[in-house]
């Protein structure tokens, strides 16, 4: 694989490896006089989409509307009284290594999320219809010492977005996919008839890697100048009883209390799978790592494959994210991954709100940036 590097070299055993080459899944972003996705980019998306699962548009925002987007992070991360996220890192929440919290449905934050929608109305409407629920906005936000998620699924039928509102690099953890495993009636076709099951073998080869990487690392941390370990906190993320899913918790792994990675999803049976079909995995599935320029926004079909990686740098990685349902979902589920504010469950909006929404755009909708584009 081009660019290929090994992102947790520092294991004894077999190597994670993951391709930082994303160029194969970029769209470059250029709009038209409406200020919306040209058609030839809409074309190239959606058949990303559609192959891949994902697809990068780089340069979909302006320098001046990401900081506006940084902006309503830092205002929304430096709330004491914060609403913080159900989902997938509570114990590094607890500890501050990630700050996952909802964003407010203010006229801000309505009006960012709605500049997204509105420029890739054309890339998300094949998926999400104008009556869908928005379902959550977020920040994500991971700081040094975080743990590296196990690659999972998010809940099927939903559109998800990440806006890069500043640059990552390779270090800060940018997410990890796992491209063409979105769950479609074409995957028999693609992968061959035990497609799900191999996604699962890829999975697990994956997951165990990132325990024992896991655990290394916190080990490390305890006499970590950088990011040191606070009181309880090796504990709470290797042996606790409490529920968190991405945390190297050796009790719950061994209870089989984890539904990303547990003790019971490695019988002798599959064992002998991963490894008489080592070599086939190879060839069906790679990993790539993101590392998004500022202005870049990522979408992606909520059950493929991924992972937030951990942040081995002493800079925050932010990203912006909002979720879009593919269907009609029952408010009393939006929990089940998601974790709407208050106020959008108080006022549930829309992708048409979203579309209907005035926004604060340059004149005819395009951003400055990108003025060069539509002349040449």
Known sequence: MAG???????????????????????????????????????????????THGLVILTGLLSDAEADAGLGLIRQTVDDPDRNRCAFASQTD??????????????????????TLCQRLEAVISPY??????????T????????????????????????????D??????????????QLFDGAKHKHGAEATAMMELFRTRCNYTILWHNLKKLWGMRKSAEAPLASGEF??????????EHQPNLTRFALGKNSQFSLRMLGPGTLWKLYRRRKALDKMFALIQT????????????????????????????????????GFVEPK??????????????????????????????????????AEALVS
């Open 235 to 244: 504990f709470d993320r290797v042996f606790s009883t409490k529920w968190d």
């Open 139 to 166: 920040t994500l936000t991971s700081y040094l010492g975080s743990s590296h998620q196990y690659i999972h699924r998010d809940p099927s039928g939903v559109i998800s977005m990440f806006a890069a509102v500043e």
């Open 333 to 370: 589920l939006w929990h089940d991954g998601y974790s709407p504010h208050p106020t959008l469950k108080a006022q549930p909006m829309s992708f048409g709100d979203l579309l209907d929404c005035p926004t604060h755009s340059a004149p005819s909708g395009v951003p400055d940036d990108h």
């Open 93 to 114: 929440n607890r500890y501050q290594r990630r700050d996952f919290c909802s964003l407010p449905s203010s006229p801000p934050v309505t009006q960012f999320a709605a």
């Open 168 to 181: 990552v690099s390779e270090q800060q953890g940018g997410t990890v996919f796992v491209p063409g495993t």
């Open 4 to 50: 290929c590097r090994i992102i947790i070299g520092q294991i004894g055993m077999n190597k994670l490896k993951v391709s930082s080459d994303t160029s194969a899944f970029e769209v470059p972003a250029v709009l038209d006089e409406t200020g919306k996705l040209a058609n030839d980019c809409v074309r190239q998306a959606l058949a990303m989409m559609d």
């Open 128 to 137: 999400c219809g104008r009556p869908h629920p928005l379902l959550e906005v």
């Open 291 to 326: 590392a998004p320029g500022k202005g870049t926004v990522i979408l992606y079909q909520s059950d493929l494959l991924h992972a937030g990686p951990d942040n081995r740098a002493p800079q925050p990685r932010r990203f912006f994210s909002m979720s879009l349902a593919r």
